[in-house]
């Protein structure tokens, strides 16, 4: 997987896909004078979407999911809480010394869940999607990231929890690492799928002792390649890679986080963004491949060392006031 991390240009990607919309559409002799597009590539809000998909050529058809699917983030206020001794006494888990010195005099520590939601519209495929944060403020104030989930060791048991109705539940222990929690009967099946140096780091639920972070996680993916960067900066990247991407429906990305003590809001920056399928697109518009224009023959042509060109995507800013626990209120 290229570790290459630079965030598309989401408006360009909008121009550019209303343009090859636009020559596709008119090659393929479908639908004319029905559709007018404005160069940010929106079309007529009285359009009905089901007379689009009804009455587009194949590889027009297959462009406007493309128009139509949306990247969003969640709120990352919905699951931002303190982390306190009392946080991992209360789950019976004895909290590592040097974070115990840490939280008594130098940092407050939190955890937060930043959610990613992919909508692929009609028959759109992707493969893959990128979540960049950015926490501030910079200088001796700077948040500093501990600890994230999920990475490329975890990778099996992103798939795993396909096959289990309930999920596996994602916890901290007392080391601000992370641990998962399964069903007794698949236990052993969850551990063969894990390198040596995770599978103390699981077990059963009904034994489990650590903060629970992200209750019943599961993807709806195959074999996912993750790229994770960021610990001890204020920056962090997650890149999932996957051939059935668009069935990730709501991506759930955790990270532990510390601010030096008496901070009481942060900032924090998001762009999320999903890649499509070069090969999926141009199957769709073979027919007419030949007879584009030379610019977007050769985009294409790259297959998806360009797919972030046309991808769909996401950018917020938040200011976040850190709530405190209820012994430190």
């Not at 010195?101 to 940092?107: A, L, S, T, Y």
């Not at 289990?164 to 799928?193: F, I, Q, T």
Request: with cysteine; net charge negative; hydrophobic share 40%.
């Amino acid at each position: 997987m290229s570790d290459e991390l630079s965030p598309p240009n989401l408006k360009e990607a909008d121009i550019l896909l209303s343009d090859l919309f636009e020559e596709v559409q008119e090659r393929e002799g479908s639908f004319k004078g029905a559709i007018e597009l404005s160069k940010g590539g929106k079309a007529i809000e009285s359009l009905a979407q089901s007379r689009v998909s009804l009455t587009l050529g194949r590889g027009a058809g297959a462009i406007d999911s493309l128009r139509q699917s949306k990247v969003s983030f969640g709120n990352p206020r919905n699951m931002l809480i303190q982390l306190t001794e009392a946080t991992f006494k209360n789950s019976g888990t004895e909290l590592n010394d040097i974070y115990k010195q840490q939280m008594r005099g130098q940092f407050d520590f939190y955890y937060m869940t930043i959610t990613v939601d992919l909508r692929p519209e009609r028959a759109a495929k992707f493969w893959r999607l990128t979540c960049e944060l950015d926490f501030g403020p910079k200088g001796s104030g700077e948040p500093i990231v501990q600890s994230l989930f999920p990475k490329q060791q975890w990778r099996s048991v992103m798939s795993f929890g396909v096959e289990m109705d309930a999920g596996l539940d994602v916890g901290l222990n007392g080391n601000l690492d992370w641990k998962v929690g399964a069903e007794s009967a698949e236990l052993d099946k969850l551990v063969e799928l894990l390198p040596g140096e995770l599978q103390a780091n699981v077990g059963s639920k009904d034994d489990f002792q650590a903060f629970i972070a992200i209750p019943a996680y599961r993807y709806e993916l195959g074999h996912p390649e993750i790229l994770t960067i960021g610990e001890g900066s204020s920056t962090c990247y997650w890149r999932i890679q996957d051939s059935e991407l668009q069935k990730i429906g709501t991506a759930k990305f955790a990270i532990v986080f510390k601010v030096p003590k008496g901070t009481e809001s942060i900032t924090l920056r998001g762009i999320a963004w999903a890649e499509p399928d070069i090969n999926w697109l141009t199957a769709d518009i073979r027919d007419v491949l030949g007879e584009l224009s030379d610019r977007l023959k050769q985009l294409l042509g790259e297959k998806n060392k360009q797919a972030s060109r046309l991808a769909r995507g996401d950018t917020e800013e938040w200011v976040l006031n850190l709530p405190k626990a209820a012994s430190q209120a």
